[in-house]
Each structure stands twice: as C-alpha cells, then as structure tokens.
C-alpha cells in the first residue's frame, strides 16, 4: 500500500510541479465493465485506429479519463513491455483504476475491484495494445504482424494525431509519453519524433511537456550486465561466481559468450537467479498446476461463456502475484467482456497477455540512449524511475547510463518520504531529468 501511494505521489510530483482521420478510428463509450459491481470510477472509452491500410492494422486502445479534473489534467500515453503483451497488464496489475479480485476460479467471470492508487488520479491514460498482435490489435494481412522498433513507434504516433483529430478537447492539456520494460526502451523515440513534428507545424500540435519510463530497457549491454552486480549487491551470487564473471565475460556478449568459463559462470548465475522471481526478488516463486482446473462443471461454464479456449495459461498457486494474470485470460475472453469493449468479431479469436516469439518483430532501435539525450536537451521534463527490486532492468545499470549524459546535478542524492518514511531515492540533474528508485 505504501508503495502504490509512494508512485502516485512520485506521479504527482512530476506532473504538477514542473516549471511552468476520423473514419480511421472507431469508438466505444463503455459505461460499465463485467465483473466490477456498480459504475467506473471515470469515463473509460475503447477504440481501434487503423495505422496501416495496405494490411489492414489497426491498434486497440482503452482511453480512461482523469478522476479529478479532466480538462486540465495531463493525458498520458501508456506503452508496456514484453513480447507483444497486452496493455491490460498495465491497467489492471500497475497503473490503472481497477484490478482483478484474487479468488479461486470457478468458470464464472472474474471479478473486479476498484484501485484506490491509480494513476488516473492525476491524469487521463490512453492506454494502447501495441505493436500489431498485442492484446486486441490485430492485422487482416499476416503482414502487418511485422514490424519493429521503428514502425511500431511511428504507428504509435499516427495514433495519436488520429485521436487528437476526433478528442480535439484534449490538446490543451499536457501531454506524456509513458512506458515501462521494453515499451519504455521506445518511449524516447516517440516523445523525439512528437518534438519533431511540433517544430514542423504537424497537425494536430500536441502539447508535449515530457516523459516518463519505468525500469526501461535501452537495447544496450547494460541493461543485460548490471544484473551480475546487482545480483551480486543483493545476495542472490557468491562473491566467487561474481569475481568469475568480471574477470572472464570482459567484452563478451552475454546472451552467447565465446569464452567456455564465462559460458559457464553464466549459466550457473542464471540458475541462482532463477531460484527466485526475477521479476521482483522478495516475491515467492510460482508453482504452476494445469492448465485449466479439471472439473466438467468448470468446463462447461467455460465453453459456455468463453466458447473453445485453446492456449489457457498455466494455473499459478493463487498465493503468487500472477494468479491475476490467469484470471485476466478468462476475464479477457469472456464474451460479455467483448461485447462491452466493442470487440471486432473475427480480429483477434483468443486473447492471450503475452506472445511468446510466435509473431515477427525487429529491434531495429540499438540504442534509446541518444533519444533521451536529444529529447531532455531540448527541455522537455523526464522521469526515469526503477524499481529496487527488479533485476530484469536493474537500477544499477539504469543509473549508469542516466549519469552517462554526463548532466549536471541540480539536486543531489536524497530520500523522498511518504508518511514520513523513505518511499525510495532520487536525484535530479540538467535538463529537466530526474532520476528515481522506488521501494
């Protein structure tokens, strides 16, 4: 609880204290959700917008209006990370304003309970299933499956300036550019490209004031490197192994060293850190079971309210935090839920959170770091936060290349508190670039 308040107030800050085609987008105004009992806490619509007409591509958003002053708040666009993995994720296990309730599943539709720490308190998010493939998104051409980095982004940004067209409202307020993971490796490419466009008078004129990312991916080396120190700092390798590895892997590419003893130092560094959950290290390892619990009434229910499931995600104990990413596949695919998101019959036959490498997809962006460079010494505001538990992206390594830019500091190293107790720390440099962990 004092983490999710400890990001809003962090959200907070950065977005209030700061120095001062129409028929290519289709929309649904949902009034009520399956699964939450009573009205939403805020005006949520879905939508799709075609970003490719040759193949047929369309993204799939959900757009949840500011619960506190929607006309003035900022919008913020929100990517997550992932192969291919629904935005859902976001909204219901993150940032958004509901979340799963944890029960055991019965067939019956999930249920939904509502986030007191969302960050639609202090913004509107448009939240988008992107690249093609992800989550509702779809392509009536395999075709438009393939794409990358750059594509991806440039999709993103036609987006945007489609639903800026039909929300004309909304172009006052500030805008962001949001993500996490992998989606916030590409966030600094678009907030370039959207501070492109404003300088070349591209219509509709966004009013851009910054960007924010989470534990994000660069497409450098570090991002992979910095997790043997931080392993290391946090006790999960040896000093021995840890020695092994700086004095053998030097200059070797991680994912396939060259070097036999450094092959096998990593291997066995992978073994130690799969001990536990990567992710989030203080959290219990999960168990899975079967697929589908194996009982006909279970069954039939399912057929009923899903029709035929083929790719169910393996069952986790329901003591682990990805007890709501199993639920989310029912939820997700139930056909009352469909109807009410205004789901394209016959796009997109079975939700699943994540792909697994089964769609095509290049990382043609080798690096954002020059992005976030060009992006912040224009003047536009960041934020790059990392939480200190994630070695995925460590915040070793994201701090590594954040002191990189070689900007100067503006306000030294220092805690930031709610209720009087260190939520995490920060540092602000030049540039309008702040720099944050969270606990």
Not at 151 to 162: K, P, Y
Not at 288 to 314: A, F
Request: glycine share 8%.
């Amino acid at each position: 609880m004092a983490v999710r308040l400890a990001v809003v107030a962090l959200l907070l800050c950065f977005f209030f204290f700061a120095v001062a085609a129409a028929g290519s987008l289709t929309r649904t105004n949902v009034a009520r959700l399956p699964g939450f009992d009573g009205a939403l806490p805020s005006r949520l619509e879905t939508g799709y917008v075609t970003v490719d007409e040759e193949n047929g591509a369309e993204l799939f958003y959900y757009f949840i209006e500011s619960e506190g002053d929607p006309g003035s708040d900022p919008v913020l666009l929100w990517l997550t990370g992932g192969d291919r993995c629904s935005v859902l994720s976001a909204l219901f296990f993150e940032i958004g304003p509901l979340k799963l309730v944890i029960e055991p599943y019965n067939g019956d539709l999930p249920r939904l309970h509502y986030h007191p720490y969302s960050w639609t308190k202090v913004a509107s998010i448009l939240f988008v299933d992107s690249p093609v493939g992800a989550g509702f998104s779809y392509s009536r051409d395999p075709k438009g499956y393939d794409v990358g980095d750059v594509s991806a982004s440039m999709q993103l940004i036609r987006l945007l300036r489609e639903w800026f067209s039909e929300h004309p409202g909304y172009l006052s307020n500030p805008f962001y550019v949001g993500g996490d993971s992998y989606g916030g490796k590409i966030v600094p490419f678009i907030a370039q490209k959207i501070s492109e466009d404003i300088e070349a008078g591209v219509r509709p004129t966004l009013n851009l004031k910054g960007y924010l990312v989470g534990n994000p991916g660069t497409g450098e080396r570090i991002d992979h490197e910095s997790k043997v120190p931080y392993c290391h700092g946090v006790g999960i390798i040896s000093d021995q192994l840890y020695e092994i590895i700086m004095e053998h892997c030097k200059g070797e590419d991680y994912d396939n060293p060259s070097n036999v003893i450094c092959q096998q130092a990593l291997a066995r560094f992978d073994s130690l850190l799969n001990e536990g959950s990567s992710a989030q290290i203080l959290e219990r390892k999960c168990i899975y079971v079967s697929p589908v619990q194996n009982h006909e009434t279970i069954g039939r229910k399912i057929l009923e309210e899903h029709g035929v499931l083929r790719h169910p995600p393996p069952q986790p104990s329901i003591k682990c935090n990805t007890y709501a990413n199993y639920l989310s596949y029912f939820w997700a695919n139930n056909n009352v839920t469909r109807k009410t998101l205004g789901i394209k019959k016959g796009t997109v036959n079975e939700w699943v959170r994540c792909h697994e490498q089964d769609l095509p997809y290049t990382s043609d962006i080798r690096s954002s770091i020059k992005y976030h460079r060009n992006v912040t010494i224009k003047g536009y505001r960041a934020l790059v936060y990392s939480g200190d538990h994630d070695a995925v992206v460590p915040f070793l390594g994201t701090q590594a290349w954040v002191r990189s830019l070689n900007y100067p500091i503006v306000d030294d190293w220092r805690a930031w508190h709610i209720d009087g107790q260190s939520a995490g720390f920060t540092i602000a440099y030049g540039n309008n670039l702040t720099f944050a962990t969270v606990k």
